[in-house]
């Protein structure tokens, strides 16, 4: 089992960057895929960015391609979401999930993540 913390957001204006951490707790941080999710208020949760366990296999969402950056440092048991040029359709809870499961790519639905952090709020205003 994991437990998620996520941290970083905030209020910022169209066009900043902003980068989100999700600390893990855990020894066994490596042995799990990871992944970003939103929901912006009355929508659906939304995936955003994915990462295998080794860091090797990344998927995003069209919407943050180019935009967005997930990575993972298991040494610190710890994973980032970059995200530049931020815009206000950006706006959303911004959720890291988490899953064991062995799958041959990154997992894009939020069905298919056992853990979950609680949630950071980034605001993006024009």
């Known amino acids: 089992q994991v437990q998620l913390v996520e941290s970083g957001g905030g209020l910022v204006q169209a066009g900043a960057s902003l980068r989100l951490s999700c600390a893990a707790s855990g020894r066994t941080f490596n042995m799990y895929a990871l992944g970003w999710f939103r929901q912006a208020a009355g929508g659906e949760r939304e995936f955003v960015a994915g990462i295998k366990r080794g860091g090797v296999s990344i998927y995003y969402a069209d919407s943050v391609k180019g935009r967005f950056t997930i990575s993972r440092d298991n040494a610190k048991n710890t994973l980032y979401l970059k995200m530049n040029s931020l815009k206000p359709e950006d706006t959303a809870v911004y959720y890291c999930?988490?899953?064991?499961?062995?799958?041959?790519?990154?997992?894009?639905?939020?069905?298919?993540?056992?853990?979950w952090g609680q949630g950071t709020q980034v605001t993006v205003s024009s």
């Open positions: 999930a988490a899953h064991s499961r062995y799958t041959v790519g990154v997992v894009t639905t939020s069905s298919g993540y056992d853990y």
